[in-house]
């Protein structure tokens, strides 16, 4: 069996080890559980690399993540609205204006 350890990119912590599932909850959270079934959530957090050599898989938290990721299964589902690209569009903008 193939065991994974959780890495966050922005300090290269670990933050999980011997992670048997990854996925996406309904609500778009980043989960994954352990060989017992004790599980993690992130709320807005990409799979950046899943490396099976290494076993490790590197995550990247961003507050755009859970987001873009709704609209993005819902844009593939055809059922996006307009609220939503508004929604991703007003949180660019706002970085933008930040940078």
């Known amino acids: 069996m193939c065991e994974f350890k959780i890495i966050k990119k922005s300090d290269n912590s670990q933050i ?13 959270e980043l989960v994954f559980r352990d060989i017992l079934g004790t599980g993690t959530k ?3 957090a990409l799979m950046l690399e899943v490396n099976t ?5 590197v995550i990247l938290e961003h507050p755009l993540i859970k987001d873009f990721i709704g609209l993005m299964k819902n844009l593939i589902d055809k059922k996006a609205t307009t609220t939503q690209v508004e929604n991703v569009q007003s949180q660019l903008d706002e970085l933008k204006s930040s940078l």
């Open 53 to 57: 050599i290494s076993q490790t898989t």
């Open 16 to 28: 999980g080890e011997d992670i048997i599932i990854l996925g996406y909850t309904e609500e778009n």
């Open 42 to 44: 992130l709320d807005s």
